[in-house]
């Protein structure tokens, strides 16, 4: 189900159905006044950025690791929840960098999912980013780990292998992340490639009034 279908049925129909936030950037859940519990929060941490491309060889660097995922079911409010979405890790400057981390999502201090780990600069034999890990307060969830990016290769696809996966490019500078996905390694050889920025993370808040 891709995310238009999901939150269409989230919503029901005839005023009825779950009240749905989507954070793709930081904010402010507003507790309305009737409201003690959350009914869902999933939270998506961002991507790690994919490694440069060394100069010195053909292979490219390797792909950035996807966020965490993870999603906790009925959480007690009291009060206004502070919103953190993780922004995606810049990839790594051609010939010389290892992408950057991707940072985590998190609702409040009941669900953190962490962002992946950056791709490296060092050739096909490298192994892709670091997968996010996810951490919460309490019981009752549903969480997995975010995906381990495969290295990049000059012989990669440009785009992405998996959901949430990120390649190495098959020329010039690796692809960007999707949502929490990790960035694709940059491209090896003369000049060298930058990788491609790991996608930014989502906070999705359900409840009913």
Same mark, same amino acid.
């Given at each position: 189900?891709n995310l ?13 159905g *779950? ?7 930081s +904010?402010?859940w507003?507790?309305p006044a009737?409201v ?5 929060v ?6 790690g950025?994919?490694? @440069? ?6 292979? @490219? ?5 996807a966020? =965490? *995922? ?21 990839? @790594?400057? +051609? ?8 940072? =985590? ?7 953190? /999912?962490?962002?992946?780990? #950056? ?5 096909? =034999? ?20 975010? *995906?381990?990016?495969?290295?990049? /290769?000059?012989?990669?696809? #440009?785009?992405f292998?998996?959901p949430?996966?990120?390649?190495? /490019?098959?020329?010039?500078? #690796?692809?960007?992340g ?13 000049? #060298?490639? =930058? ?7 989502m ?7």
């Amino acid at each position: 189900m891709n995310l238009s279908d999901f939150l269409a049925a989230a919503g029901g129909g005839g005023g009825g159905g *779950y009240k749905v936030a989507v954070f793709y950037k930081s +904010g402010t859940w507003t507790k309305p006044a009737a409201v003690g519990t959350v009914a869902q929060v999933i939270c998506i941490g961002a991507g790690g950025g994919g490694g @440069g491309g060394k100069t010195t060889t053909t292979a @490219g660097g390797s792909g950035g690791a996807a966020g =965490a *995922y993870g999603a906790r079911h009925n959480i007690t409010v009291s009060g206004n929840i502070t919103v953190t979405v993780g922004v995606g890790g810049a990839g @790594g400057i +051609g010939a010389t960098g290892d992408g950057a981390a991707g940072g =985590a999502s998190s609702f409040g201090t009941d669900i953190t /999912a962490n962002g992946g780990g #950056g791709g490296l600069n060092s050739g096909a =034999a490298a192994s892709g980013g670091t997968a996010g890990t996810y951490t919460q307060a309490g019981a009752d969830s549903s969480s997995s780990l975010g *995906y381990i990016s495969a290295p990049g /290769a000059p012989t990669a696809d #440009g785009v992405f292998a998996q959901p949430n996966l990120g390649a190495g /490019a098959a020329s010039g500078t #690796g692809a960007t992340g999707p949502i929490g996905g990790g960035g694709g390694g940059g491209y090896g050889g003369v000049g #060298g490639h =930058a990788g491609g920025r790991g996608g930014h993370g989502m906070v999705i808040v359900m409840w009913e009034e």
